[in-house]
């Protein structure tokens, strides 16, 4: 069955860097667009990037351009978004996800799959 595990989650300084990566399993990663989404405690869930399943394509929310960076790597069923010049309102878990057609999507109902999350938290 699909599964989507992710990872690199954590406590990091505003101003740092932190990478997340998830795998994926369980169907043909290429042929999925993938996206990162994330929630805030007492908000309601929201698209931070998406890409398309051949890489060619990235979109970004406003919130985030220029300092995440979402990229995938097709032999190894990875996606994964590097996130710099974190914010404290950057804190949330962070869930991948992903879509049964290769092209990406910004919202929530464009997804099938989704992992369990993993916790960000940017001191100030």
């Known amino acids: 069955q699909v599964q989507l595990v992710e990872s690199g989650g954590g406590l990091v300084q505003a101003g740092n860097s932190l990478r997340l990566s998830c795998a994926a399993s369980?169907?043909?990663?290429?042929?999925?667009?993938m996206g990162w989404f994330r929630q805030a405690p007492g908000k309601e869930r929201e698209f931070v990037a998406a890409i398309r399943g051949s890489g060619s394509r990235t979109i970004y929310a406003d919130s985030v351009k220029g300092r995440f960076t979402i990229s995938r790597d097709n032999a190894k069923n990875t996606v994964y978004v590097q996130m710099n010049s974190l914010k404290p309102e950057d804190t949330a878990v962070y869930y991948c996800?992903?879509?049964?057609?290769?092209?990406?999507?910004?919202?929530?109902?464009?997804?099938?799959?989704w992992g369990q999350g993993t916790q960000v938290t940017v001191s100030p």
């Open positions: 996800a992903a879509r049964t057609n290769p092209y990406g999507g910004r919202r929530l109902n464009d997804y099938r799959y």
């Open positions: 369980g169907f043909t990663f290429s042929t999925f667009a």
